[in-house]
């Protein structure tokens, strides 16, 4: 690979590692194999870096994160998702500043996130896909219909879905 090349990606796709972390994390609900996808992910993306055309490669990353967590969800879970609280429920996030010297703002706040991040945690991963990329990593539709190789009305119809399953779990948790 030459330095010209090896510079381009590491100034293009280096930069989006946490987004493709946290991606792979939310899909996978689990750190070490979030990890692992990620480091499979980045191989991909050099090994097929001569074939991306712009200068934003986020999309283009997370699509590549996306397609191996479900290559990776499809061989090594069979498709039987579980949810584990004590493992999931521990999402990365930050905590409102706010709530920083206040213990019991602290501990409603971690009741709270624990509480999303559960519900989130049971939607099926393409309502959790879409959810997440618009959501909390803000992405346009047409960015996700790119990164999910899906058309935007689709996007557009999985994500109101995924909000009011979500709004659901909320609202009834048990149901």
Partial sequence: MGQGRTRRFEA???PHLDDAYNLARWLLRND???QD???E???RALRYFDGFIGEDARPWLLGIVRNTCFTWLGEKMRGHIEFDEERDSDAPGARPDAAANDPQRLLEYKL???RVNAAIATLSPPFREVLILRDLEGFSYDEISQIAGIP???VMSR????R?????ALTHPGK
């Fill in 12 to 14: 293009i796709v280096l």
């Fill in 164 to 168: 009011n399953l979500l709004r659901a």
């Fill in 37 to 39: 996808v990620v480091q």
């Fill in 159 to 162: 994500l109101s879905r995924a």
């Fill in 32 to 34: 070490h194999d979030a």
């Fill in 112 to 114: 709270d996130r624990e």
């Fill in 41 to 43: 992910t980045y191989l």
């Fill in 152 to 154: 935007a009305g689709t």
